[in-house]
């Protein structure tokens, strides 16, 4: 499902960068699109609010369209 998004993003809707941000707790997420070839860009601190808790959010992208199109050779 995420290659079929990635797709979609940079090949039908022409973007230049996607991102992803998910609660640091949640290292399965990482996973998920470290194999997606999305790198990890930062965290930042007590970024959003779940179930009354400030928590903080790691954000994973691929920078550029052209290192999606050299993953998918």
Not at 1 to 23: D, N, P, Q, T
Not at 35 to 48: A, D, H, N, V, Y
Request: include cysteine; glycine fraction near 10%; hydrophobic fraction near 40%.
């Amino acid at each position: 499902m995420g290659k079929l998004i990635l797709k979609l993003a940079f090949e039908v809707l022409g973007l230049e960068r996607v991102y992803v941000g998910y609660e640091v707790k949640n290292s399965a997420s990482g996973k998920v699109f470290s194999r997606l070839g999305m790198t990890c860009e930062g965290i930042l601190r007590k970024r959003e609010m779940i179930k009354g808790e400030l928590v903080d959010s790691v954000y994973h992208s691929i920078i550029l369209k052209d290192e999606y199109l050299n993953i998918e050779k």
